[in-house]
């Protein structure tokens, strides 16, 4: 039976996500259980778990029958894109979170049947909400965000971690040395979902990285294409949302410059490797 009722879904997710992050933001007075997961700059806290009971909970009790993936376990886990599947990330940005207590978001994408169909971006401590249905235009809080245009590649304020310029398993450290050399600017803030969500806004022009999970993207893609950014794998494949990949997304033009540039320089011999 199809799903339709996605304007109180929206509702309903915009107040559980507020909830939470009254809930985050009381608790940075309060001393934080960390611990490392693959390495000592993956790290996950007692109120990754919580948000992300707290969250799981909330969709269970509603929607029985859809399926969750989310980061810290509390979710289904699904080998397929049937039905309603829930992507959700209960703190994107750990590291600031810890580090910095700013520029962290909550980020939840729904899909149907393999289509995105709701985006919630929420920038907890900048009380910033990136929010849409799909076909029916993306919000920055309440504000409609305008279509993307075309941009230069001088003009771009591109977000990239500099950590793919060292040496590394996944891209060849040269690949990207022309784009940053010829971008207007390079940033990189640490919580995918914000900044996917930049993009969509036209705060950045692009956001190139070699490795996110679905609960990193989920949301951001969707949003994304609302207002027609482009977005593919580094090697300009299509991503396929239950898999951890490498991401590009841009403003059209720009997506279409950079994926070539990443070809040319595979094309001489420069490697670049999917994240397993
Ligand atoms: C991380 C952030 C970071 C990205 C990492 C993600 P987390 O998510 O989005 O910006 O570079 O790949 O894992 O672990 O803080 O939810
Ligand atoms: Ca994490
Ligand atoms: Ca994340
Ligand atoms: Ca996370």
């Known amino acids: 039976m ?12 915009i107040g559980w996500i507020r909830k939470a992050a009254d809930h985050l ?13 693959s390495a000592h700059n993956d790290l996950v806290t007692n109120m990754d778990r919580s948000i992300e009971q707290f969250l799981v909970g909330k969709i269970r009790d509603t929607y029985p029958e ?18 309603i599947l ?12 810890v580090m910095q207590k700013r520029f962290f978001a909550i980020s939840i994408g729904v899909y149907e049947n393999g289509r995105g169909r709701a985006a919630f971006i929420y920038d907890v401590m900048g009380d ?18 305008s279509p993307l245009t075309e941009i230069k590649i001088e003009d771009a304020l591109i977000d990239m971690s500099t950590t793919w310029l060292k040496p590394n398993r996944r891209i060849d450290q040269d ?10 600017g390079t940033r990189a803030y640490g919580a995918a979902s914000l900044e996917l969500a930049y993009v969509a806004a036209g705060l950045l022009d692009a956001y190139f990285t070699m490795r996110l999970s679905p609960w990193d993207y989920g949301a ?41 540039h990443i070809k040319e320089q595979v094309a001489e011999g420069k ?6």
């Open 220 to 260: 951001g893609l969707i949003l994304l294409n609302e207002v027609g950014g482009l977005y593919s794998r580094a090697d300009g494949e299509q991503i396929n949302i239950l898999s951890r990949t490498s991401i590009l997304a841009a403003r059209p033009g720009l997506h279409e410059y950079m994926i070539q």
């Open 128 to 145: 910033e909400f990136f929010h849409c249905l799909s076909g029916q235009g993306a919000y920055q809080n309440d504000i409609k965000l």
């Open 175 to 184: 690949i990207m040395t022309e784009i940053v050399r010829k971008s207007s």
């Open 86 to 97: 829930w992507l959700l990330d209960p703190i994107d940005g750990t590291l600031n979170f």
């Open 271 to 276: 490697f670049l490797t999917e994240p397993q």
């Open 25 to 37: 933001r009381a608790s940075l007075s309060n001393p934080l259980e960390i611990s490392e997961k």
């Open 66 to 83: 859809h399926k969750i993936i989310s980061e810290e376990g509390y979710g289904d886990g699904s080998s397929d894109t049937n039905g």
């Open 2 to 13: 199809e799903f339709n009722d996605w304007a109180i879904l929206e509702k309903r997710v």
